[in-house]
């Protein structure tokens, strides 16, 4: 089993920064990926930003420049910073774990909001 628990999320003003955690722990490969992915309200679920084993990552247009994922694959630990928060980037954060299966976290909600 996998199980993936997310922290870091809350109220931001635009312009500021977070920064999330998701703590992965079970059968964990060093094979497969896991990113970030999030959900507005009454909007479909979307890739924010994926990291692979070998260090390589790819990122949403939208958060391009402004947020980076990083991972320590030894503690099976992977961050997002978000900085120059917007309040269009208002979700629910998600961490997933693929395999073929997709694996996810409950989800921490980032708030931008003055």
């Known amino acids: 089993q996998v199980q993936l628990v997310e922290s870091g999320g809350g109220l931001v003003q635009p312009g500021g920064s977070l920064r999330l955690s998701c703590a992965a722990s079970?059968?964990?490969?060093?094979?497969?990926?896991m990113g970030w992915y999030r959900q507005a309200s009454g909007k479909q679920r979307e890739l924010v930003a994926r990291?692979?084993?070998?260090?390589?990552?790819n990122y949403a247009d939208s958060v391009k420049g402004r947020f980076t994922i990083s991972s320590d694959n030894a503690k099976n630990t992977v961050w997002l910073q978000m900085n120059s928060l917007k309040p269009e980037d208002t979700a629910v954060y998600y961490c997933?774990?693929?395999?073929?299966?997709?694996?996810w976290g409950q989800g921490t909600q980032v708030t931008v909001s003055s």
């Open positions: 997933n774990y693929y395999t073929g299966v997709d694996y």
């Open positions: 079970g059968s964990i490969s060093r094979f497969y990926p």
């Open positions: 990291i692979y084993r070998s260090g390589s990552t």
